[in-house]
């Protein structure tokens, strides 16, 4: 596959098309599932209240709970398949936790930390009894020795000096992105200094607005993303070709 490049498909296409270890480091942020809700104890899969922080305009952001499970497992068993380590960003909400609590079951040979992404504040819940979530998780998946702590190979860092809680404030959208959950540079950025080498192959499947690929760019990594708007992949784009955007707002 050609490197370098935002596919207009969705990830799995894309990944039915890589190798087996073809890229060295995956980092993403899926989609939440922000828009399922529950009505009298039973989830309710059509679009009740249209949340600002929904990622996308394409789609509603509500699949019933079993297809947004289904969906995200055979994402990382793909992922797992084609990359050695594997950052998978999500945040715990009615219509993904379910599916989140039984992922980390059903992967949990991989799963070899969870790093949890403190934002700084929190956005009030929009119900009452119901606590503010004012951090994300990264589930970290590695395939070379995920029975141990240690990242024999990944692992840049020396000892005691990184933590696994990274307090990062959220970036906003900037005019034109109507997108509502960017993903940070600077959290792009400590993953890719910390678990990865300038050459490295990195992959986003939900590429969005082109975060991991303008971070990637700028410290010398090569870049492979999948992304279903064309609205973002022309973001993306313009973005890349601004010098003056990599790393500056």
């Known amino acids: 596959m050609k490197l370098n490049k935002?596919?207009?498909?969705?990830?799995l296409s894309t990944l039915k098309k890589m190798k087996d270890d073809s890229v060295d480091l995956v980092i993403t942020s899926p989609p939440y599932n922000m828009n399922l809700r529950i009505r009298n104890g039973e989830y309710c899969s059509r679009q009740i209240v249209k949340e600002i922080s929904t990622k996308y305009t394409e789609f509603d952001d509500n699949l019933p709970i079993d297809e947004y499970n289904k969906l995200h497992t055979e994402i990382l068993r793909e992922l797992i398949r084609v990359s050695e380590l594997i950052f998978y960003n999500i945040q715990i909400v009615t219509g993904s936790k379910r599916s989140i609590f039984k992922m980390i079951g059903e992967f949990s040979e991989y799963l070899k930390d969870i790093i949890v992404w403190d934002k700084g504040n929190?956005?009030?819940?929009?119900?009452k009894q119901v606590l503010n979530r004012r951090t994300e998780l990264i589930l970290v998946f590695d395939?070379?020795?995920?029975i141990s702590r240690q990242y024999r190979k990944r692992g840049s860092f020396e000892r005691g000096t990184l933590d696994d809680i990274w307090e990062i404030k959220r970036e906003r959208s900037r005019g034109g992105e109507n997108h509502g959950a960017v993903?940070?540079?600077e959290?792009?950025?400590k993953i890719l200094e910390n678990f990865s080498e300038e050459g490295d192959v990195v992959y986003d499947p939900f590429?969005?607005?082109g975060t991991t690929a303008v971070v990637a760019k700028r410290l010398k990594r090569k870049y492979l993303g999948s992304e279903i708007s064309k609205k973002?992949?022309?973001i993306s784009e313009d973005r890349l070709k601004k010098s003056?955007?990599?790393?500056?707002e």
């Open 183 to 185: 993903f940070p540079k």
């Open 207 to 209: 590429m969005g607005t």
């Open 232 to 234: 973002y992949i022309d």
């Open 143 to 146: 395939k070379d020795y995920p």
């Open 6 to 11: 935002i596919y207009h498909e969705d990830c």
């Open 187 to 189: 959290l792009v950025a």
């Open 244 to 248: 003056e955007d990599l790393f500056t």
């Open 122 to 127: 929190a956005q009030p819940s929009i119900q």
